[in-house]
């Protein structure tokens, strides 16, 4: 469960509420029709611009903003390095006995490869294949919500200029004019509430949950090709540790011991 969503989500809900209620009642803001409006439009607009398949997945993602296995990248190359002792000391072959171990169904299937027997290009070609399939999958994903969060405020303006012809085409009744103009507002706050605190926010959710997958899977395709070379385990996890600091933004340091001069 993804803790920051959960209260991101209830404090912007909670704030909106709490400015509501400090200044009127919630029933000045509940409008069915408004809701139908931007809530109606904003589907079918998606259901317009987007295959129903690629909206059956959608759901599975928007779980995905909510619930997350966390990446630990540190456990992961210590898994990678323990790997590469076994390869170097017993060969590839050795390999297998420790594969009912791994949690990473990526790493496990890439070292499942290697055992049988394939060579580096066609588990590369395979591991790689697989990335951007999961990539498309993940960027199909959030261009739908951050489709989402364009529509519902564009529908919020349709309802918006609804209201107001209806109130313009009954002038006469001046007492109604300030009512039918607050309903007609509605709608705008309804597609700007949903744009700005749930669509918009998870096209941004995702987009970060697909960099650190991916960033997950180059650092195994990177570990299988030094386990299958054989090289030094403190050198791959050397090379693999830069690797991902670099990619995380972060500074990296090398160890370079003590200098003489005081």
């Given at each position: 469960?993804?803790?920051?969503?959960?209260?991101?989500?209830?404090?912007?809900?909670?704030?909106?509420?709490?400015?509501?209620?400090?200044?009127?009642?919630?029933?000045?803001?509940?409008?069915?029709?408004?809701?139908?409006?931007?809530?109606?439009?904003?589907?079918?607009?998606?259901?317009?611009?987007?295959?129903?398949?690629?909206?059956?997945?959608?759901?599975?993602?928007?779980?995905?903003?909510?619930?997350?296995?966390?990446?630990?990248?540190?456990?992961?190359?210590?898994?990678?390095?323990?790997?590469?002792?076994?390869?170097?000391?017993?060969?590839?072959?050795a390999i297998e006995s420790k594969?009912?171990?791994?949690?990473?169904?990526?790493?496990?299937?890439?070292?499942?490869?290697?055992?049988?027997?394939?060579?580096?290009?066609?588990?590369?070609?395979?591991?790689?294949?697989?990335?951007?399939?999961?990539?498309?999958?993940?960027?199909?994903?959030?261009?739908?919500?951050?489709?989402?969060?364009?529509?519902?405020?564009?529908?919020?303006?349709?309802?918006?200029?609804?209201?107001?012809?209806?109130?313009?085409?009954?002038?006469?009744?001046?007492?109604?004019?300030?009512?039918?103009?607050?309903?007609?507002?509605?709608?705008?706050?309804?597609?700007?509430?949903?744009?700005?605190?749930?669509?918009?926010?998870?096209?941004?959710?995702?987009?970060?949950?697909?960099?650190?997958?991916?960033?997950?899977?180059?650092?195994?395709?990177?570990?299988?090709?030094?386990?299958?070379?054989?090289?030094?385990?403190?050198?791959?996890?050397?090379?693999?540790?830069?690797?991902?600091?670099?990619?995380?933004?972060?500074?990296?340091?090398?160890?370079?011991?003590?200098?003489?001069?005081?």
């Amino acid at each position: 469960m993804d803790l920051a969503t959960l209260i991101g989500i209830a404090a912007g809900v909670g704030a909106v509420l709490v400015s509501i209620l400090l200044n009127s009642g919630l029933g000045l803001f509940w409008n069915a029709p408004s809701a139908m409006i931007v809530l109606g439009g904003t589907i079918a607009a998606t259901l317009v611009a987007y295959p129903l398949s690629e909206l059956m997945r959608v759901i599975g993602l928007f779980l995905k903003v909510f619930f997350v296995k966390k990446s630990d990248f540190n456990e992961l190359i210590e898994v990678m390095v323990t790997i590469c002792n076994v390869a170097r000391k017993g060969g590839v072959l050795a390999i297998e006995s420790k594969l009912k171990d791994i949690d990473n169904e990526f790493l496990k299937k890439g070292l499942q490869l290697t055992v049988d027997g394939k060579d580096e290009a066609t588990v590369n070609g395979l591991l790689k294949r697989e990335i951007k399939q999961i990539q498309k999958s993940h960027k199909d994903g959030w261009e739908i919500f951050s489709a989402m969060g364009a529509y519902a405020p564009a529908f919020g303006m349709i309802g918006t200029l609804i209201g107001l012809i209806q109130m313009l085409a009954d002038l006469a009744d001046v007492n109604s004019v300030g009512p039918k103009m607050a309903v007609a507002l509605i709608t705008t706050f309804y597609g700007a509430v949903l744009a700005n605190l749930f669509f918009i926010p998870m096209t941004v959710k995702l987009k970060r949950r697909s960099s650190t997958e991916t960033l997950e899977m180059n650092l195994v395709l990177e570990g299988i090709s030094y386990i299958r070379k054989g090289v030094n385990p403190r050198f791959m996890q050397d090379v693999l540790e830069n690797y991902m600091d670099a990619a995380l933004g972060k500074k990296v340091q090398k160890d370079d011991g003590k200098k003489g001069g005081k």
